[in-house]
């Protein structure tokens, strides 16, 4: 319990810092809402004349692109990534080498404050046009698809931040990992469904895709919650491949900090 109570600590730490950036969030929330503006206008002539694409229709598409700009504050890495570079090139990470401190542990607390804040914001704006969104809301009727939900989002929080984490310890090796990350962002974005629904890649594609870090980063709980997978077996096969990349991601960020600090000169901090 005294372990937990450190971390809990750091959880609250990162919530008041993060609330004193408050209004940033709802702004970059607010402004998130014009390109959605531009998704309904896009997709909208996408389906003129014509009632389904890829066995959707324009409510289950729409609804699609909501839920995935809601989750995007929710559970999407934003600058944990350089945090933890910042803290690598400046020494701050030396008093975590001395205390009794998972720095794992502290930066995922942290990130869990940051997504807690700006997911809220993000829900006023929403809120707000939900009067005209509604109108274009189709979800899936309760069910296991909501149960799959859960650790679901969960397990794609730990992907996105575990990610976000490996880019950082990369500091250890290189000065500047800039690149590292718009290569992986770029990546994301087509693989991560953020562009548009992976049901319409071609088969052989989508199914490549799903073996991929980056379809569990938002495609797969987006998915769920809006009804594109569709049956309880795909989902749990889903859950399954999710699973394994939480592990796998967490190995490989163990690793990298082993090896990292063999490098490391501890100057500063």
Sequence with gaps: MASLAKYRH??????QSNLVYRWNFAVRASFSLVHLAYVFILWGAAFAGQTSV??????QTLTYFIVMLILQFFISAMNEDYEVSEEIR??????FLLKPINYFAYRFSIFAAARLVSGSLALLPILIASPFLLAYVSLPAPGWTYAAAVPALL????IQFTLAYCFGMLTFWFLEIQSFVILSLA???????QVFPLDLLPRWLYELSSYLPYYYQMYFPAA???GRIGTPMEALRGLGIQ?????ALYGVAQLLWVRGLRRHTAVGG
């Design 187 to 193: 990546i994301e974005t087509v693989f991560g469904g």
């Design 54 to 59: 890829a066995g959707f229709d324009l409510r």
């Design 10 to 15: 750091a959880f609250l730490i990162g919530l």
């Design 90 to 95: 400046n020494g701050l990470i030396n008093q």
């Design 224 to 226: 769920l919650l809006t």
């Design 155 to 158: 397990m794609s929080a730990c």
């Design 243 to 247: 699973l394994f990349w939480v592990f």
